[in-house]
């Protein structure tokens, strides 16, 4: 048998053993990778993170200047600290309205607004705030926007805070910390212990008693 012969005798009977190695590295490598996948868990230490999100946000409100602002809540005892970051809401004013009062907790109101949950690794190693309500789609546009009828005490405490602030034509981003919103709650697409972020438009404020009008 000539040389040549020999050694592709010997390649073919290597062969299937080199691609059986391969096919089981490969095989390992893509459970490997799913299994990963599959445990990516984008809420892991969901409380602790949220904690640490918001303390960063009130920071940002105490060195903010004129446009933040950190309220301390209605809904608690008068006794509450303010700046305590449980008993406080952060608020960032994109835009100042032209009204001159603030509703009251029985008083009902129409607002535009838009849910976030804080910002979160998904496991591609996107960063994806979700979305968990909206009014609205797309940009905010005061035109052709349907303000929501509500009173302001259907609000969670913190939500509710933030509209007894607001004056008609405010624009506020508000952050809310999860011990005035949900709390260990969990609520539809809101996980336990979450910080909410919401943009409110307040659009128009009608008092206890008033007949409210048709949108136009």
């Known amino acids: 048998m000539t040389k040549t012969k020999m050694m592709k005798r010997e390649t073919l009977r290597l062969f299937p053993s080199f691609m059986g190695c391969a096919c089981a590295f490969f095989f390992l490598l893509l459970t490997s990778c799913s299994s990963e996948t599959a445990e990516y868990d984008p809420y ?39 700046g305590v970051t449980a008993d ?71 939500f509710a805070t933030a509209l007894q602030y607001m004056v008609e034509g405010d624009d506020w981003m508000v952050y809310i910390p999860q011990q005035l919103a949900y709390g260990a709650t969990v609520k539809g697409t809101i996980p336990a212990y979450s910080t909410l972020r919401f943009r409110i438009q307040l659009v128009a404020i009608y008092p206890l008693g008033t007949k409210i009008p048709d949108w136009k």
């Open 88 to 158: 406080s809401i952060c608020v960032h004013i994109l835009h100042r309205g032209t009204g001159s009062v603030s509703p009251t907790y029985s008083d009902s109101v129409r607002i535009s607004f838009r849910g976030w949950l804080m910002p979160a690794q998904q496991a591609d190693g996107r960063t994806e705030e979700l979305i968990f309500t909206q009014t609205y789609y797309g940009d905010y546009d005061p035109v052709l926007a349907a303000p929501q009828l509500a009173g302001v005490q259907s609000f969670t405490p913190g």
């Open 44 to 82: 892991h230490d969901w409380q602790a993170r949220n904690a640490e999100w918001y303390s960063q946000i009130a920071d940002s409100a105490r060195r903010g200047g004129s446009d933040w602002l950190m309220l301390k809540t209605l809904t608690k005892s008068p006794d509450a600290q303010s």
